[in-house]
């Protein structure tokens, strides 16, 4: 998991009620993940007095798991990990339709549009050679 911009946050700086984020990495394929990570905003709700572990509103961290502070930079890489999401998912969407009832079910008033967007991909893809 690369972390480019992000910025950690000192665990001995927190306290509880303080938003963090929580980087989770988007999985691209078998062992693979993409370059761009998934940060979630994150309440503190209990940190233990050793501060051994953090408790927020979306699951317990651990002291290895490193926390960062959710500013701009937070939401840029969450935004850019979610566009990719999305592509996959649209990937795999075309994949089942071609793979379960095949490009002849298209119907009529669909062609237009649909070669429309898929052009428009095919050029952009173009770009990433074979």
């Known amino acids: 998991m690369v972390i480019g911009k992000l910025n950690p946050i000192n665990k001995d700086d927190l306290k509880v009620g303080d938003v963090v984020g929580i980087a989770r990495e988007v999985r691209c394929g078998w062992g693979e993940s993409f370059r761009h990570v998934m940060v979630y905003p994150a309440k503190i709700i209990r940190i233990t007095p050793k501060r051994t572990k953090i408790e927020t509103d979306i699951g317990e961290c651990d002291k290895h798991e490193v926390l960062y502070k959710y500013d701009s930079e937070a939401i840029k890489e ?46 952009i893809l173009k770009r990433y050679g074979k």
């Open 78 to 123: 969450s935004e850019m990990a979610k566009k990719f999401k999305e592509i996959k998912d649209g990937v795999y969407a075309i994949e089942d339709f071609k793979s379960s009832r095949g490009l002849r079910v298209i119907k009529d008033e669909d062609l237009d549009t649909l070669s429309e967007h898929i052009n428009a991909v095919a050029e």
